[in-house]
Nanobody, 125 residues
Framework: QVQLVESGGGLVQAGASLRLSCAAS????????MGWFRQAPGKERELVVA????????PYTDSVAGRFTCSRDNAKNTVYLQMNSLKPEDTAVYYC??????????????????WGQGTQVTVSS
């Protein structure tokens, strides 16, 4: 089992930045793929970015490319989502999720088996 706890959400104005954190505990963090998802009211949950053990961050939502990036500190069992130039349409509950890398496609939401409780991000115009 892997337990995930997100933090860092809040209310900001358009154009601001926020950094979300996701702390993992439980089983080893080695070979764990981490993803950040978001779900806006009335919309389906979508994968925003994913990051593998080596630290390469891949965006999966076109609207965040160039504005959002992710990183991980394996020594701290923590991943981060740096969100810059925030827009009102980024308003959502943000979740971190994880799975053990067995060659799955990082962009497949069905691969993610562990989930955090979510943190609210609200961007005002």
């Amino acid at each position: 089992q892997v337990q995930l706890v997100e933090s860092g959400g809040g209310l900001v104005q358009a154009g601001a930045s926020l950094r979300l954190s996701c702390a993992a505990s439980g089983r080893t963090f080695s070979n764990v793929v981490m993803g950040w998802f978001r779900q806006a009211p009335g919309k389906e949950r979508e994968l925003v970015v994913a990051i593998g053990w080596s630290g390469g961050c891949t965006p999966y939502t076109d609207s965040v490319a160039g504005r959002f990036t992710c990183s991980r500190d394996n020594a701290k069992n923590t991943v981060y989502l740096q969100m810059n130039s925030l827009k009102p349409e980024d308003t959502a509950v943000y979740y971190c999720a994880a799975f053990y890398d067995r060659g799955n496609y990082y962009g497949d939401p069905r691969a993610y088996t562990y989930w955090g409780q979510g943190t609210q991000v609200t961007v005002s115009s």
